[in-house]
């Protein structure tokens, strides 16, 4: 980093430190502590329901928190995950200095630390939300020399007391300006923390959702992250959420990640982006600026295992609700440019004529365009907010690791292309032919156990992980579920509501 990009960092600590977050050391934290007067340490870590716990210390001395920082805590694992048995329920939780940020919000000034699960043994306790994550990314680079940045778009409503002001019209919410608008100054102080802690964002605006009932204002928004290394990703996705809840906390409103408010009005995804690297680079993008052979055969192991991902990205009832034709949410496996209709799809980027642009619109330009072969990603469309972050992003590495080892991938990616909108009635047909998403958690749960033997191989998930994960989604209950609920409007808005908190 350069010595400007310090000084304008958003992050306290980086700033204060002038070295990034990943160089930062045990003594780099005791000197901000020290000089900076803070008084708490919270201790950070994700539990069995994707949200993020808690773990409060007040320093009391330099040889307390030397050892907080040194050797973490111990923590009730039987309580934290369903899968930890409370005759061997101890489990340590170990701070990881490159995440720590200044508290946002703690009134008592306090840095915050994400925390990595170690069991009795002290090895990384194997079906820990991050150490899957990076066991998966590990088996990735070391079977195929390729990495994987990521990030994601959170969408989200925002449930307020009806506001007759300046309405917006139903379901045209798309990058809508205040007074139509009415959450942006939320949305914004939540960026502003997510920044603070190390966030990388990319934009927010205004959503296509709204609509109001007889007591409340439903508002859609959407803050999107800029490319990561993974880790990386899922950390700032569920820092960014419990962000964007204690910013709507303070005040006074809902906000709910939940797929689904309503039948009938727009639905809240959590698309992926991703992009592939090798030696530090892009290899998303190859030398003429098209798509690579590399970046084909990911994408076809990720439509491959689509139907089994769904077990980690859409994991409650509601998720099925939102994925159904002709909403913007895919149904159909199959991958495709620019085009919102498929399951993956590769953003429109700017290897064409970007300096045009920019001296057309600014008459006289003759500054340097930046390099932007780097920029290009390729996006997940079907999770959304109740995805298991982590065990998301694992079985993302682990379709991607599958698509580069398959023989015949560039094959299949060539059969899955589509250049049309199948969801309009004249490509019928497309559509038809194409195989579909789970229609349910169940059916999520039978392709999870068909395709379980990819995510087996080398130890990346377990055999009890893929157990637990279909038990839970087998006992909602819900295959064919759409069809029992159709026009049953007290029912499906109780099941909305049931899941309004998720993950």
């Known amino acids: 980093m350069k010595k400007d990009d310090f000084t304008l960092n958003p992050h306290a600590i980086v700033r204060f430190l002038q070295k990034s977050a990943a160089e930062f050391t045990k003594e780099d934290l005791v000197s901000f502590i020290v000089e900076n007067e803070i008084e708490m340490v919270n201790f950070r870590y994700v ?29 009730d694992g039987s309580s934290l995950f369903s899968y930890v048995e409370a005759e061997s329920s101890d489990l340590y939780v170990v701070p990881r200095y ?8 703690s009134e008592i000034p306090a840095v915050d630390i994400l925390c990595s699960y170690f069991n009795k043994d002290g090895e990384p306790l194997a079906s820990s939300p991050e150490n899957i994550l990076r066991k998966a990314h590990e088996s990735l680079e070391t079977a195929t020399g390729y990495s994987l940045h990521a990030m994601g778009e959170l969408e989200y409503y925002v449930i307020s007391e009806k506001e007759d002001l300046f309405p917006s019209k139903d379901q045209k919410g798309y990058h809508e300006s205040q007074p139509y608008c009415k959450w ?11 920044a603070s802690t190390g966030g990388k964002i990319k934009y927010s605006h205004s959503e296509v959702g709204n609509f109001s009932d007889e007591i409340y204002n439903y508002e859609q928004n959407e803050i999107e992250f800029l490319p990561v290394p993974i880790h990386e990703a899922a950390d700032q996705l569920v820092v960014a959420k419990w962000i964007i809840r204690m910013v709507a906390f303070s005040y006074g409103v809902t906000v709910s990640f939940a797929p689904k408010i309503t039948v009938g009005k727009a639905g809240s995804g959590m698309h992926i982006h991703m992009r592939l690297m ?10 003429e600026g098209v798509l690579s052979d590399a970046a084909k055969r990911a994408i076809a192991g990720i439509l491959d295992l689509s139907p089994s991902l769904t077990a980690f990205g ?55 365009m930046p390099d932007l072969s780097g920029i290009q990603t390729f996006e997940f469309r079907c999770p959304d907010g109740s995805a298991d972050v982590y065990g998301l992003l694992a079985g993302l590495c682990v379709a991607v690791r599958h698509g580069l080892e398959m023989p015949d991938s560039l094959e299949m990616a060539k059969k899955l292309y589509v250049a049309v909108n199948i969801f309009k009635d004249e490509h019928k047909d497309t559509a038809t032919s194409l195989a579909q998403l789970p229609a349910s958690c169940c059916e999520s749960a039978d392709w999870l156990i068909k395709q379980k033997d990819v995510y087996l191989q080398n130890d990346v998930f377990t055999d009890g992980i893929i157990a637990g994960i279909t038990k839970v989604l087998c006992s909602y209950n819900d295959r064919d579920l759409s069809e029992r609920l159709f026009g049953k409007h007290d029912e499906i808005r109780e099941l909305v509501f049931s899941h309004l908190h998720c993950a």
């Open 47 to 75: 539990g069995g329901d994707g949200k993020l716990k808690t773990l409060n210390f007040v320093i009391n001395g330099l040889d307390h928190l030397n050892r907080i920082l040194s050797t973490g805590e111990r923590v």
């Open 278 to 287: 090798k030696d530090g680079k892009s290899a998303t993008l190859n030398a």
């Open 184 to 194: 942006e100054a939320l949305r914004n102080d939540a960026m502003r923390a997510i």
């Open 98 to 105: 490159s995440t720590a940020f200044l508290n946002p919000f």
């Open 314 to 368: 859409n994991t409650i009832p509601t998720s099925y609700l939102r994925l159904v034709p002709h909403q913007e949410a895919p149904t159909n496996i199959c991958w495709g440019d620019r085009n919102r209709s498929v399951l993956v799809r590769v953003p429109l980027g700017w290897t064409g004529n970007a300096g045009g642009m920019i001296s057309q619109a600014n008459p006289g330009w003759k500054g340097e």
